[in-house]
């Protein structure tokens, strides 16, 4: 069983806007991270942060992280659309695999 | 250089087939994990290797799923007498020696039906 959920579980947007999605998480974590999942495709690694960092950069990424609420959130500024693709966050809690949310599939309309 | 490859991309079996999925992580990579994902989910962690050891196999649905990577590179996951419920895609990742935890690198995956 997954341990997270993302929400919004779908987003559509217009090229050129921002798109903010959030993951809640149960467990205490070592770091979470990012993936992007184009259609029919493998993972993409975007972004890790440690439980003891609270905001990272990656070019048009921005995430955030707030363990005492057990939240994280990604933000991808200035959309295109090849961003549209499914959007996993995926927490590492010590055990020795990833745990997956549910994904937000983003749609970016050109 | 090369990222994780699978084979085959595609399979379809009977009912009651077994199937073989390969996976060959990118060199070096000491840590190779292999993941399910069911249609609109996220993936589900089956098993972990490093190198040759099979440390954690708690993931594995059922005695009918198999996995192994007796040279520590290729690794193979086998699913014995297939059921539909075993329609899936298979994900295998890799990772860099010693950091488990970090970036894990993906293939594209196996998608099985199973019919």
């Known amino acids: 069983s997954q341990q997270g959920e993302e929400d919004p579980q779908a987003l559509s947007i217009q090229e050129g806007e921002n798109a903010t999605m959030n993951c809640s998480y149960k467990?205490?974590?070592?770091?979470l991270q990012w993936y992007r999942q184009n259609s029919g495709r493998g993972l993409v690694h975007l972004i890790l942060?440690?439980?003891?960092?609270r905001e990272k950069h990656s070019g048009r990424l921005r995430v955030t992280l707030d363990t005492s609420k057990k939240s994280s959130s990604l933000l991808i500024t200035a959309s295109r659309a090849a961003d549209t693709a499914s959007y996993f966050c995926?927490?590492?809690?010590?055990?020795?695999?990833?745990?997956f949310g549910t994904g937000t599939r983003l749609t970016v309309i050109p | 250089g090369a990222g994780v490859s699978q084979s085959p991309r595609y399979k379809v079996a009977k009912r009651g087939q077994d199937v073989a999925l390969r996976c060959d992580p990118i060199?070096?990579?000491?840590?190779l994990f292999w993941y399910q994902q069911a249609l609109g989910q996220g993936p589900e962690f089956l098993t972990y290797?490093?190198?040759?050891?099979?440390?954690?196999k708690s993931g594995l649905p059922s005695d009918r799923f198999f996995a192994e990577r007796p040279e520590g590179s290729v690794s193979t996951l086998k699913i014995q007498r297939t059921q539909q419920e075993d329609s899936a895609v298979y994900l295998c990742?890799?990772?860099?020696?010693?950091?488990?935890?970090?970036?894990?690198?993906f293939g594209p995956g196996t998608r099985l039906t199973v019919l």
């Open positions: 995926a927490r590492w809690t010590g055990a020795n695999n990833l745990f």
């Open positions: 990742a890799s990772s860099l020696p010693r950091e488990p935890s970090d970036t894990q690198y």
């Open positions: 942060i440690r439980s003891n960092e």
């Open positions: 060199s070096g990579h000491v840590s």
């Open positions: 290797f490093q190198n040759e050891a099979q440390l954690d």
């Open positions: 467990t205490s974590i070592n770091n």
